[in-house]
């Protein structure tokens, strides 16, 4: 099992203290990174947590898990890796080098 937590569906004025304070119950916290938008800065609605270890992940999925949050259900599971390939990637603008009449 891994210690560190996927949390989705949350307010998106959530703070990483807050989330921090509310997970803290749980079990010591390594890390809180909340996700949030380049272009925007606003967050993007989900964030993990790290834990202690993995009993310390489990508490809080159990116990945490379709809990309300700021007045959003939380989801929280065991954080996946990245997928090879998954991000989207910026060439620059596009041109149409075509021939010009």
Same mark, same amino acid.
Do not use: W
């Given at each position: 099992?891994?210690?560190?937590?996927? /949390? #989705?569906?949350?307010?998106? @004025?959530? %703070?990483?203290?807050? =989330?921090?304070?509310?997970?803290?119950?749980?079990?010591? $916290?390594? %890390? /809180?990174? $909340? $996700?949030?938008?380049?272009?925007?800065?606003? %967050?993007? #609605?989900?964030?993990? /947590?790290?834990?202690? *270890? +993995?009993?310390?992940?489990?508490?809080?999925?159990?116990? =945490? *898990?379709?809990?309300? =949050?700021? #007045? @959003?259900? =939380?989801?929280?599971? $065991?954080?996946?890796?990245?997928?090879?390939?998954?991000?989207?990637?910026? +060439?620059?603008?596009? @041109? *149409?080098? #075509?021939?010009?009449?």
């Amino acid at each position: 099992m891994s210690n560190k937590l996927y /949390v #989705g569906n949350m307010n998106y @004025r959530t %703070s990483e203290e807050n =989330l921090r304070d509310h997970f803290s119950p749980y079990g010591e $916290i390594l %890390s /809180v990174n $909340i $996700i949030f938008d380049r272009q925007t800065g606003q %967050s993007k #609605g989900f964030g993990f /947590v790290e834990m202690e *270890n +993995d009993d310390a992940a489990q508490a809080a999925i159990q116990a =945490l *898990n379709e809990q309300e =949050l700021d #007045g @959003r259900r =939380l989801r929280v599971n $065991i954080a996946q890796p990245p997928q090879e390939g998954g991000g989207r990637r910026f +060439d620059g603008p596009r @041109r *149409n080098n #075509g021939p010009r009449y």
